[in-house]
Structures are given as C-alpha cells and as structure tokens.
C-alpha cells in the first residue's frame, strides 16, 4: 500500500499510545514535534547534498515516533526514504527518485503533528473509537441539557 492511501493518523493507535503514556502524552509529544521538526531539516538538508547516506537515520527516527503516535502517512512516507536511501546507499547512486515525496515531507508533518495536538488538546472532545456506553451517552445527554429549562 502507498503511503498516499494509508489513514493521515490511525486514532486507535493514537488512543493506545495516551492511555499508554498516561499524564507523560503531551510531554512526550512535545518531544515529537521537536524531533519530527530536526527529522525533516535534516532530510531536507541530505536531499539538497544528494546524500543517500544522510537521510537514513532521520528517516528512520521519524518513522518510529510517526508510528507510535499513529500519523500513518507520515510513518510509510518516511519508512520509503529511508529504505529506499539504504537501497541508494548499497548501489552507490544518489536518491533522486526521493525528490518528489522529500518534497512533501514537511508538509505532511505539520499536517499529521496538527491533527495530534488538537486531539491531545484537553479542550477538545474526545474521539469515544465506538466504546461509548449507553451510561456515557446518558450521561452527556443530562450534561448537556443541564441549566435549560
């Protein structure tokens, strides 16, 4: 499957990845905007110098951390830079063929990093993922018709 046809996040994974964590989620998080945000500089960088060699690690980098919070695009897009730089790596040319989807990294980043914090933001209603229980639901109806008369 190309990553183009993957879900931008996959919640449930995003869902296990907070209960996981627990109060440590949003720290955490933090932690993948700034790592995410150095990934891509660097990417970018290795891209302009033509070096196959220098794209592997932040690739790899940003693939885990895309994969934990869920941003599935994100984490195909950049499994297929960095396998694809390993593969240029053994044959000794130049990761060209990458333009196009280095091209679209960042752009995918703050794409998938915006949709995580704003479900991670406190504020926001929560996703229920279809484990809603008729007394949730009962619950929220009285809160919500709560002070009208």
């Keep these: 499957m190309s990553y183009l046809e993957a879900p931008l996040i996959n919640w449930s994974t995003f869902a296990d990845t907070r209960a996981t ?11 993948f905007r700034e790592d995410g945000t ?15 060699a220098k794209l592997v690690l932040p690739a790899h980098t940003l ?3 895309s994969w934990q919070f869920g941003a599935e695009q994100l ?21 060209d063929e ?6 679209g990294l960042r752009d995918m980043f703050q ?3 915006a949709a995580l914090e704003k479900e991670a933001n406190p504020l926001v209603e929560r996703r229920s993922f279809g484990r809603r229980s ?12 709560f002070g009208r008369g």
């Design 21 to 31: 964590l627990g109060t440590d989620f949003v720290r955490i998080l933090g932690y």
């Design 38 to 52: 150095k990934s891509v500089d660097t990417i970018e960088a290795a891209m302009r110098e033509r070096s196959a």
């Design 63 to 65: 693939k885990g951390e």
């Design 111 to 113: 794409q998938s990093l």
């Design 134 to 145: 008729a007394t949730a639901g009962a619950v929220m109806g009285t809160q919500r018709s």
């Design 98 to 103: 990458l333009l196009e989807d280095i091209v």
């Design 75 to 95: 984490a195909m897009l950049a499994e297929k830079i960095e396998t694809t730089a390993r593969h240029c790596v053994e044959t000794q040319q130049e990761p």
